[in-house]
T-cell receptor, first 108, second 115 residues
């Protein structure tokens, strides 16, 4: 699976959009980009995934660059409950490998 | 849809004792995973089942860890004997078919403390 690079931490004001970047320059053609988040004392929560096209669901939007070397997870209106560690993962169906993630702090 | 169920939520044991964790995946999910998450780190895969067969157990310390998924539904993970470094959260996850377009859904884990 592709090695991903994420900033270790980010802050966001409550009610504003949170844009979390991820670099996955070594991603292979059959690897999907997955995003999970983990809130303290809970298991990782699936957010969204995509292969080439941008994706949107009730939780977030995923923007993947045309060359697939990077992506951005967008939480359109961040709330205090969105404070968590966010993981970006390249996944080809063999082993879902978690890196360090981005610790997002949503502030009032 | 009910999520992945795990029990117990917490367990404290002394080193050299044995312990078992139980997982009930989402109904209809063929693939089941056990992960270990040490404090401050991301989860690490221990073992993956497809129905009742093992797909990948390359990261499982087989001298002390064992897992089974009888009848392809529930699963148990056992540690015998436990060591101090086994203190961690043990997470169970399931996915519908286990391919790259099939998200994993995680339970809230069992927090194990070995003293």
């Amino acid at each position: 699976d592709a090695k991903t690079t994420q900033p270790p931490s980010m802050d966001c004001a409550e009610g504003r959009a949170a844009n979390l970047p991820c670099n996955h320059s070594t991603i292979s053609g059959n690897e999907y980009v997955y995003w999970y988040r983990q809130i303290h004392s809970q298991g990782p929560q699936y957010i969204i995934h995509g292969l080439k096209n941008n994706e949107t669901n009730e939780m977030a939007s995923l923007i993947i660059t045309e060359d697939r070397k990077s992506s951005t997870l967008i939480l359109p209106h961040a709330t205090l409950r969105d404070t968590a560690v966010y993981y970006c993962i390249g996944y080809a169906g063999n082993m879902l490998t978690f890196g360090g993630g981005t610790r997002l702090m949503v502030k009032p | 849809e009910a999520g992945v169920a795990q029990s117990p939520r917490y367990k404290i044991i002394e080193k050299r004792q044995s312990v078992a964790f139980w997982c009930n995946p989402i109904s209809g999910h063929a693939t089941l995973y056990w992960y270990q998450q040490i404090l401050g780190q991301g989860p690490k895969l221990l073992i993956q089942f497809q129905n009742n067969g093992v797909v990948d157990d390359s990261q499982l310390p087989k001298d002390r860890f064992s897992a089974e998924r009888l009848k392809g539904v529930d699963s148990t993970l056992k540690i015998q004997p436990a060591k101090l470094e086994d203190s961690a959260v043990y997470l169970c996850a399931s996915s519908l078919v286990g391919d790259s377009n099939s998200p994993l859904h995680f339970g809230n884990g069992t927090r194990l403390t070995v003293t």
